[in-house]
């Protein structure tokens, strides 16, 4: 598996970033990976690898290169305080007019690299990133065609910059995963965003959107606090069946065998994987 230490350049500073992709000659179908507030680390680069190697390209970019470089200051190392000071630190300069340039910049700069099949690529975020991964999609709308969301926070609020009014501008299939207590996405939010999914559909008889609420307060990244296994093996087989391919039944059918032997779902959690499986691959097929 290829993993390069590369540089951005943007409008505010040079990104670190590490981009992923399989070993030998070729082009394979791109996925921008944008990390939890832990930032680039083993952790997310083991989870870009694993994709990888399933055949896609894999960027992931440093989203808070304006405050610090990787890998960052562990959160959990850090006082109470310390940690409400240092996640005011990473978080505050993007300002969704920042994400949408980074995130527009992200996107470009893997389309453009080499290792990359030409045609549409897919985005994915973790809590704070979310919204970024929502930011992508709208922002660079011809190119995305697949959206996840795991555990992302303040994806409906009531202010005039909120993310959910983002959907209009939106094409890609999108799929959100949700921690059933999440201060920062509680219940109504949760409740107000799929009502907003549903009344886009409607109007743009378009997007397949589902919603999957996991158990708890789980996080799916494997050096994250209150992480738990079972969730994160759920929660990233989902996301490998929502990427995109040339020959996509094939490369599905590669991908349901990976998770196999993970832990069983409900029944509600099946129709998502079950009916998202054919419409994302449609439309994540890259020519």
Avoid at 200 to 213: E, P, Q, R, S, V
């Amino acid at each position: 598996m290829a993993e390069r230490r590369i540089e951005i350049p943007l409008s505010e500073g040079s990104c670190d970033a590490v981009i992923c992709y399989p070993d030998g000659t070729g082009e394979w179908p791109g996925v921008v990976f944008f990390t939890d507030i832990g930032g680039v680390r083993a952790a997310n680069i083991d989870l870009a690898k694993r994709l990888a190697a399933q055949g896609y390209s894999v960027l992931i970019p440093n989203v808070f290169y304006r405050t610090a470089q990787t890998p960052l200051t562990p959160l959990r190392s850090l006082g109470e305080e310390a940690q409400k000071k240092r996640m005011a630190e990473l978080t505050q300069p993007l300002t969704p007019e920042a994400m949408e340039r980074d995130a527009s910049a992200y996107v470009d700069f893997l389309a453009g690299q080499d290792s990359l099949q030409s045609g549409m690529m897919g985005v994915v975020g973790y809590c704070f990133t979310g919204k970024m991964a929502m930011h992508a999609a709208a922002a660079r709308s011809e190119k995305v065609t697949a959206m996840a969301s795991f555990h992302g926070g303040g994806l409906y609020t009531d202010t005039p910059a909120s993310p959910h009014l983002l959907l209009p501008r939106i094409k890609a299939r999108l799929y959100f995963a949700h921690a059933t207590k999440d201060r920062s996405m509680p219940e109504e939010a949760i409740a107000k965003l799929e009502a907003a999914l549903k009344a886009g559909a409607a109007a743009m008889k378009a997007k397949l959107m589902k919603t999957h609420f996991t158990a708890g307060q789980p996080r799916t990244v494997r050096s994250t606090t209150r992480r738990r296994p079972s969730a994160r093996s759920r929660s990233w087989s989902r996301c490998l069946r929502k990427r995109c391919s040339r020959n996509s039944a094939a490369r599905h059918e590669d991908l349901e065998s990976v998770f196999s032997s993970s832990a069983s779902h409900s029944s509600a959690s099946s129709l998502v994987l079950n009916v998202g499986r054919s419409r994302w691959e449609n439309d994540l097929r890259c020519s």
